[in-house]
């Protein structure tokens, strides 16, 4: 499995409110992609708090993370997130999201995914987590709302092999200059656990 990620900050910014990280966790891949509201610092500093509350709550559930992670967060400006957690012995995903953070598993079939309504940090309800079966040969990709609407046609699709030159591609192709924006882009490789 290979991961990689492309981000760009609003024009004239020198800090990009959106922040993307993934780690190892037991026997699983943990992903993280956040929008802080807003550009620059602030919405940098949203993002980041984000994450990090979501890292230091090890053990717990996906809902639980966010949960958390709301009441971590609540002197941001708050952030729209969205958290994966990739199981490779079983081949499946789990998906928890609150706010405009996208994504969508492409391959023989496509299957697309958006956070429920709310903020984290502003107080959100309980939140439902959707677990995905993949395919080894399918591309999971996340992107936040500096995208416009992603579809991966040929011209990107070439790179699904090579997940940086995949988000690259998306980002050059659909990035707004109206926000901040990130892509990120798991290739499973077709190798099993």
Avoid: Y
Avoid at 8 to 27: I, K, L
Avoid at 147 to 152: E, F, G, K, S, T
Wanted: hydrophobic residues 45%.
């Amino acid at each position: 499995m290979k991961i990689a990620s492309s981000l760009r900050s609003f024009p004239g910014e020198t800090a990009c409110g959106d922040v993307v990280a993934w780690w190892r966790e037991n026997d699983a891949t943990l992903i993280a992609v956040a929008d802080g509201l807003g550009h620059g610092t602030s919405a940098r500093l949203a993002a980041e708090s984000f994450v990090a509350a979501v890292e230091d709550s090890s053990g717990l559930g996906l809902a639980e993370r966010m949960q958390r992670a709301d009441r971590a967060i609540v002197r941001t400006r708050g952030v729209a997130a969205t958290l994966v957690q990739i199981d490779l012995a079983a081949m499946t995903l789990t998906v928890a999201g609150v706010g405009n953070i996208q994504g969508g598993i492409f391959g023989a079939r496509t299957r697309r995914f958006d956070g429920a309504a709310g903020i984290v940090g502003a107080g959100i309800r309980a939140i439902r987590p959707l677990t995905f079966a993949f395919d080894p040969a399918d591309v999971l990709v996340l992107w936040s709302d500096g995208l416009r609407h992603v579809d991966i046609d040929e011209t990107c699709w070439r790179f699904r092999d090579e997940p940086q030159r995949l988000a690259d591609c998306l980002l050059a192709r659909f990035g707004c200059e109206s926000d901040d924006c990130s892509v990120l882009c798991v290739a499973f490789d077709g190798a099993v656990a």
